[in-house]
């Protein structure tokens, strides 16, 4: 199982920001129902999403905020492409880990790494510049997935190039062309790809917990915050 042999191997994992996820000015933000703030909030105005999260980290002392994984989230309402319609079942579980914090911060490899496959997913709402990299241990072939990120940095990439651990291959991506949310990585790890290039499913429908999470399993076995712990 992808879990246990991360457990195993949490003193290799490098870096995914060159940010201190266990720091003083770090939060855990809440985008559940569980948050009165989000009632009223205009989510479709991104300007205006991101002052409500600046406003979340405001409130707890914060700089950079954490949080997501699992979490049935109310957010993905401001966006179509997660069928918030009455005859579907919407997708509102969240598969990774977010980091909000400023566009422009390095996103490193955290393992050594191969550039499995790239794609500028730029539905409203959707990931943006995608990076899927693919990495091996004792013998074991997973995935992790990198969303919103900038143009820049992600257009130099080729798929099958090699990435050193540690090693800066693009950047956190600002508002639109980061699929339009305010500036957040987010990070998910992924057992099997289904075949899949580019994209893959960061938010499930809450019925389908169970299976999206033994495939998706917790990032924070690589990220390490205590503020996810």
Known sequence: MLTTLLQRHQADFGPVLPLD???PDVARLDF????????TADLRDTAAF??????????????????????????YRRSPHFGPGAVEEPRSLHLGVDVWCPAGVPVCAPLPATVHSLADNDNFGDYGPTVILQHELEGTVFYSLY???SRLEWRNLRVGQTLAKGEAFATVGPF???????PHLHFQLIADL???VGDFPGVARPSELATWAALCPDPNLVLQSRWLA
Request: hydrophobic content about 35%.
């Open 50 to 75: 991101g002052r409500l999260v600046d406003a979340e980290l405001q409130l707890q002392h914060a700089a950079i905020g954490v949080g997501g994984y699992l979490e049935n989230r109310v957010i």
């Open 147 to 149: 969303g919103h990120l």
């Open 32 to 39: 559940s129902a569980h948050n009165p703030r989000l009632a």
């Open 176 to 182: 639109p062309e980061n699929g339009d949310w305010p």
């Open 194 to 196: 289904g075949g899949r």
């Open 21 to 23: 996820l266990n720091g």
